[in-house]
């Protein structure tokens, strides 16, 4: 076939696509737009299918039979669920007026220009080889018809020869002409987008009469083009699927990736969300898409079949579409079908590059200039041909990059896998995406951390090694990893080598991007406008209406929101809007400051021009009521971490307050529980007081009325008297010392043998036991118990367990037993009594100031304070004082305090020696 | 000779009362643990009952109650002594049953003016 | 029909969708018998997707709102 008639047919074609593409402009002009009709709207949405589609699908099929199916699948069922999910982006897009994928999650995450710039990044990279395939598969199909079969002339042409590149830059000029003609508020393209669908039904058309031509033409029918095929056994091994698991992973997880691919590729965003008219549109595409989808893929195994049948081998698969027919001399059928093909890669090209473009003025390009001091961009006059040449600009690049990717990457990579590689990258959305529209507390960080991360392990794991494919580096390292680092490999992360390199991608990417996306938003706060923004983005369909509440607050002169609006949307398009809000309110003339609803709808306004970050800023300048200076533009964006740090000083503060509270309430409770403890040392301290007085008074009074007493009468009751004031004397004493041993906590301290003090006391006690006839059996160490404290101190606690031993000797064979054991560390002198014990319950409460065991009978002669002081007075030693008791069967209290630490004593013992 | 019960536990608050009752010509008997005291009535009932309030083994209070369960004992006139002298101490004794409350320390002439008002007469 | 009613049923569909057109249902349409001789998982596939498609269709058609219904 001659070059010239491609061309001419081409070109012929390309024309008409202008011309579609320009009614579709004029229509719009004149108010009758075409594209508030569901069908062109689904049709726009079948920009889905490129080349890949159209030749790629065929030479899938011709080497692996229905696995090309679930790309296609994918979308089909996500699209059941278009209505409740693509309804709350395009409902949410709508109300934020946005403008691409990547201003939607700069958008959601609190307006973030960071967050969407990096975004962009995402989107380019992984777009543009996307473009690159498109690009090949035009040159390809060229060649395909105009130089035989099987020639090596196509891998090294110059590069003035190569069609891709003239097809870029026919494609450049198309796009900048119907993708960048005005800067619309609404980001909307109607003339584009009348062109995709008008291109959709040529692609269609174009593979369905090649798949009839193919069953009923060649064969008759498809039961007979199976049947031919069946009898070689590689074509009828296309018939069946493969039972492997590997198969199962493959299938589901492309079924999956191309799920989040239809909702997040740049492209299918743009067509789907930003140039939506009317979200009802969508309930006929939900439906409509996916019918495309199936009619498109119906005779990809019939072409397949035929192609190998009559090709012999699958080395040209990729463009059966054309050579099949081609082969049968269709010459007229084969030109439609290179038509169809182009429709396909240029509709994807177009659109494709009009989304990146937007992306990377509104969300990269501006967001940079703005931060440039000397350009004053805020203060030209008249911005709308800047941010336009910025989006040509744009374009060509893209375009440029994706031809240069081809050139360099060569012939290796088939027309599926690098489609595939492109769906792994915008995958890379979905955490973000999904839990930006669903999740409220996703956050900036988590976003960007996840983004990030997701990227970095898709771009090491996929397109990284396609350069050792293509010999830029050494094949070991996807044999062998980098550096020999098996565990590196870039299709076997640590060593996972059962998963095919894209389901293997995406298990790593999802697991890092969603664990970071979640970790990260759960470990930060996210700021008053990301909070905003969550909300407005959550729940949109909560919020009636079709503008939400102002973000804004401040007011703005109307002067200055009008000279902005002129500068960025031209005079026309900003006076058109403020007549449209002044129509919608009602009002006769604008007021002299606009309100925060007015501000809110100029920031709206600005933001499909320029992005929501970029406007905010913008926007920020004026509502400040100054001349406009960038520092200030720039401080705007910084005002959401001062709003933080502000809420998280309160937060401060709060937690301050709730701490001192408690600690108050805190103190409160001891000082009541002192004083609870006052009343009843009071109350204890009266009644004990009283006992005695009570006898004293009793007995004094008697000896006084009485005049005829017996002497030995009066002697007794004198004695009585005597006991009775010493007691109280006692009583007294021990008051005071109690109150003395809680003012002054210092124990006049020395060096000595606990034994001596042992003896001491045992001395001062010894008569009592005597005249009481209590048998004494002591148990003292034969060595030295040095420890460091009070002699006197300790001896009086000696005496009190001594004494209380005595007193609770009711035995009728009362012992009591004194032992001491010494060690290193503590010393314990611990003193038995074999009388009526103390209960278990009552073991602590015996050391508690005035506490008497109420079941230990006996002369009740203590004050109730002795126990209470002589644990004191160990504590003070760091020792305690503890009893252990059977009821019936006596008490043990032990004294335990620490030992002083040996002198190092020289070998001069004897025995020690002899051990 | 009317029969007087003293339940006290200590020993020096005894000695007056036991003086005390004595002199009045009473037959006085001396029970210091809480246990003891509804044995010593079922033993011999006695006229009055002078009665501390914090014992060994069962209060006052208690016991009070308890010897107003027993179908004689109505007729036993109960004079609580005790250094509980709190308002609320005081309505408690009387609530529990007893005839006079006496606050320790108490004026021997108290004790013995209220202890005569109970006393059969001789 | 109310639009929760609408979601849950499209849900469901999903799901039904996800099971019939993947894997290991897929192995079992995968036979080597053909109808009128097109293999029967090439049938079976598109009969299954059209039926999606259709049924999608009749929930869809009957969800009120869309201008302003909300989810």
């Given amino acids: ?915 | 000779m009317p029969h007087v019960l003293i339940v006290e536990d200590e020993p020096s608050i005894v000695t007056p009362l036991k003086f005390l009752m004595e002199q009045e010509g009473c037959s006085v008997q001396i029970v210091s643990d809480g246990a003891a005291v509804m044995p010593a009535i079922a033993a011999q009932r006695p006229d009055l009952i002078l009665l501390d309030v914090m014992l060994p083994s069962r209060n006052g209070y208690d016991l009070c109650h308890a010897i107003r369960e027993r179908p004689e004992g109505n007729d036993i006139a109960i004079i609580m002594l005790t250094v509980k002298g709190r308002e609320v101490d005081i309505e408690k004794g009387y609530a529990m049953g007893a005839d006079a409350y006496i606050t320790k320390p108490f004026a021997v002439a108290d004790v013995v003016a209220t202890a005569r008002r109970y006393l059969p007469d001789a | 029909m109310d639009t929760l009613e609408v979601q849950r049923r499209l849900v469901a569909l999903f799901v039904v969708g996800c099971l019939m057109l993947g894997y290991p249902l897929l192995t079992v349409y995968s036979v080597p018998q053909t109808i009128g001789g097109i293999p029967v998982l090439y049938v079976v596939i598109f009969v299954i997707w059209a039926v999606l498609i259709g049924a999608s269709a009749a929930i869809l058609h009957r969800a009120t709102g869309g201008d302003s219904g909300g989810a």
């Fill in chain 1, 1 to 915: 076939m001659s070059t010239t008639l491609l061309l001419l047919v081409a070109t012929a074609y390309l024309s008409i696509l202008f011309a579609v593409a320009y009614y579709g402009d004029e229509r719009a002009e004149h108010g009758r737009s075409l594209v508030n009709n569901p069908y062109i709207y689904a049709l726009s949405l079948a920009v889905y299918c490129t080349a890949w589609t159209f030749y790629g699908s065929v030479g899938y099929a011709a080497t692996t039979g229905i696995n090309f199916l679930p790309i296609y699948i994918g979308p089909t069922l996500i699209a059941i669920l278009w209505w409740g999910l693509m309804r709350k982006i395009v409902r949410i897009s709508a109300h934020q007026r946005i403008t691409s994928i990547a201003d939607f999650i700069g958008a959601r995450y609190g307006k973030s220009a960071l967050l969407a710039g990096v975004a962009t990044v995402v989107a380019v990279i992984g777009v543009v080889p996307y473009i690159a395939v498109q690009l090949k598969a035009i040159s390809t199909s060229f060649g395909a018809l105009t130089t035989p079969l099987d020639s090596t002339a196509a891998t090294e042409i110059p590069i003035w020869r190569d069609t891709a590149l003239y097809a870029a830059l026919v494609l450049a000029a198309f796009t900048i002409l119907f993708g960048t003609r005005h800067l619309d508020v609404t980001e909307r393209h109607e003339g584009l987008v009348v062109a995709i669908a008008f291109e959709s039904v040529v692609k269609l058309a174009a593979f369905l009469a090649v798949g009839l031509f193919v069953t009923f033409g060649l064969y008759d029918g498809l039961g007979d083009l199976f049947q031919h095929g069946a009898a070689v056994p590689s074509i009828e091994a296309l018939y069946t699927v493969d039972a492997s698991a590997g198969a199962f992973a493959d299938w589901m997880w492309l079924t999956g990736l191309s799920m989040l691919a239809v909702l997040f590729l740049p492209r299918q965003f743009q067509v789907t969300v930003v140039e939506n008219v009317n979200e009802a549109h969508l309930r006929k595409a939900a439906w409509l898409f996916p019918l495309y989808l199936l009619l498109i893929n119906l005779f990809v195994l019939p072409i397949a079949v035929a192609g190998l049948l009559h090709h012999g081998d699958a080395t040209h698969a990729d463009m059966f579409v054309l050579l099949v027919p081609f082969g049968e001399g269709q010459t007229a059928l084969t030109l439609f079908a290179f038509i169809g093909g182009l429709s396909a890669a240029t509709s994807m090209v177009i659109v494709a590059t009009t989304a990146l473009s937007t992306m990377i003025c509104n969300d990269l390009v501006v967001p940079l200039l703005l931060r440039i001091p000397q350009l004053n961009l805020a203060q030209r006059s008249r911005l709308t041909g800047v941010i336009l040449g910025i989006r040509r600009v744009a374009i060509v690049v893209v375009l440029l990059f994706g031809y240069l990717y081809l050139r360099g990457l060569g012939d290796a990579p088939s027309l599926v896998s690098i489609g595939l590689i492109s769906f792994a990258a915008v995958a890379q959305f979905a955490p973000a995406m999904l839990g930006g529209i669903f999740w409220k507390r996703g956050t900036r960080t988590g976003a960007l951390l996840g983004l990030v991360a997701g990227v970095a392990i898709w771009g090491y794991t996929l397109p990284l090694p396609l350069l050792a494919d293509s010999g830029w580096l050494p094949a070991s390292f996807i044999t062998e990893g980098p550096f020999g680092i098996g565990a590196l490999r870039p299709y076997a992360l640590l060593g996972m080598s059962e998963l095919n390199p894209v389901p293997h991608t995406l298990f790593w990417t999802m697991l890092a991007n969603g664990g970071l996306y979640v970790a990260g938003s759960l470990a930060t706060r996210p700021s008053i406008m990301e909070q905003s923004q969550a909300s407005r983005f959550v729940d949109v369909f909560r919020h009636a209406g079709p503008q939400g509440a102002a973000p804004w607050t401040g007011s703005a002169p109307v002067a200055d929101l009008r000279a902005l609006l002129r500068r960025f949307l031209g005079w026309r398009a900003a006076d058109r809007a403020l007549q449209r809000y002044r129509t919608r309110h009602d009002l006769k003339a604008l007021p002299e400051r606009a309100d925060e609803e007015l501000v809110d709808y100029v920031e709206t306004l600005l933001a499909g021009a320029i992005g929501a970050a970029s406007a905010k800023a913008v926007i920020g300048s004026v509502a400040q009521a100054k001349p406009l200076h960038i520092g200030e533009v720039m401080d705007i964006l910084d005002e959401t971490q001062q709003v933080m740090a502000y809420s998280r000083e309160l937060e401060r503060k709060k937690a301050e307050l709730e701490a001192a509270t408690e600690e108050l309430r805190a103190a409160n409770q001891k000082l009541k529980e002192v004083d609870h403890l006052k009343d009843e040392f009071v109350s204890t301290v009266s009644h004990e007081l009283r006992t005695p007085l009570t006898a004293i008074r009793a007995i004094s009074e008697i000896m006084h009325q009485t005049t005829d007493l017996s002497p030995e009468q009066q002697r007794s009751f004198a004695t009585t008297i005597m006991r009775e004031t010493e007691r109280l004397t006692r009583l007294v004493n021990q008051v005071l010392d109690l109150e003395r041993l809680d003012a002054t906590p210092v124990l006049d301290r020395a060096l000595v043998d606990l034994r001596d003090v042992v003896r001491n006391a045992l001395s001062a006690v010894r008569p009592q036991f005597e005249q009481q006839a209590i048998a004494l059996n002591v148990t003292l160490p034969n060595r030295p118990c040095p420890a460091r404290i009070d002699r006197d101190r300790m001896t009086q606690v000696l005496l009190n367990l001594l004494s209380n031993a005595a007193k609770y000797s009711t035995d009728a064979d009362p012992h009591v037993a004194v032992r001491m054991a010494c060690t290193n560390d503590t010393h314990a002198v611990s003193v038995a009594d074999n009388g009526p014990g103390i209960p278990e319950d009552q073991q602590e409460a015996i050391f508690e100031k005035f506490r008497q065991a109420r079941n230990r009978v006996g002369p009740q002669a203590g004050s109730g304070l002795g126990l209470a002081i002589a644990r004191q007075i160990v504590h003070r030693h760091e020792g305690t004082l503890t009893v252990e008791s059977t009821p019936g069967e006596g008490a043990t209290f032990t004294v335990q305090v620490p030992a002083h630490p040996p002198e190092p004593v020289p070998a001069t013992d004897p025995e020690a020696s002899v051990s």
